[in-house]
């Protein structure tokens, strides 16, 4: 069974400060794929990064960093200097290779308090 | 601008109406997707097409029916809707070279469906 567990429902933090967004992921392929969607309140999701199965290498764009650890079937996302304008739902999904289904997590509503 | 396009934004209907709900893709994308958001639920996949064919159905009550008359647009029929099943109606679309599923889905900005 493929799942994705985001455990953090809300989160509230004040402008500046960094989050860490957490997501755990199962599944039995050895093979898949990994994204992070952001949903500001216009409601589509915004694609913000994908991450295959076989490159555990870490990413930083700008503010946003992502930590891929196979060993603990984590994909967590950071956002340093958190700015009002990241306040959104964050939705962390899985791939398997052989299917175009997404599987999401229950998101994880952030909060930046100015 | 989206690349992916929905409409209506908002929808409101009584139990005995029937709606349809449009997305259009910009993207020159092959295969497009709904999905449907409740409150504090994950998103769940509804159905999957992929160059027009349906090749997913999620399970899916068939008060609810989609069509794909080509790879740029895709509708999804309602008629005799519950009040469960209000809900952020999203449509996506991906590029899907055979035999690859890595490329991310691209959305739109959803319906809000309300039935009364």
């Known amino acids: 069974a493929q799942k994705v567990t985001q455990a953090q429902t809300e989160i509230s933090v004040v402008e500046k400060e960094d989050v860490t967004l957490d997501c755990v992921y199962e599944?039995?392929?050895?093979?898949?794929?990994l994204f992070w969607y952001k949903q500001p309140p216009s409601g589509e999701l915004v694609f913000l990064i994908r991450?295959?199965?076989?490159?555990?290498q870490n990413e930083i764009s700008g503010r946003y960093s992502w930590n891929f650890q196979k060993s603990t079937s984590s994909f967590n996302f950071t956002i340093t200097a958190s700015q009002v304008v990241d306040s959104a739902v964050y939705f962390c999904?899985?791939?398997?290779?052989?299917?175009?289904?997404?599987?999401f997590g229950q998101g994880t509503t952030l909060q930046v308090k100015p | 601008e989206t690349g992916v396009t929905q409409t209506p934004r908002h929808l409101v209907m009584g139990m005995t109406n029937k709606k349809s709900l449009k997305c259009e893709q910009h993207?020159?994308?092959?295969?497009m997707y709904w999905y449907k958001q409740s409150a504090k639920k994950p998103l769940e996949l509804m159905f999957v097409?992929?160059?027009?064919?349906?090749?997913e159905n999620n399970s899916v009550p068939s008060r609810f029916s989609p069509e794909c008359p080509n790879s740029s647009h895709l509708f999804l029929h309602l008629h005799t809707l519950q009040p469960e099943d209000s809900a952020l109606y999203l449509c996506?679309?991906?590029?899907?070279?055979?035999?690859?599923?890595?490329?991310?889905?691209?959305f739109g900005q959803g319906t809000r469906l309300t039935v009364v």
């Open positions: 993207l020159g994308h092959n295969a």
């Open positions: 996506a679309s991906s590029h899907e070279p055979p035999g690859q599923s890595n490329t991310e889905a691209f």
């Open positions: 599944t039995r392929d050895t093979t898949y794929y």
């Open positions: 991450r295959n199965s076989f490159d555990e």
């Open positions: 097409y992929n160059f027009k064919e349906q090749t």
């Open positions: 999904a899985l791939r398997a290779s052989n299917t175009g289904k997404l599987i």
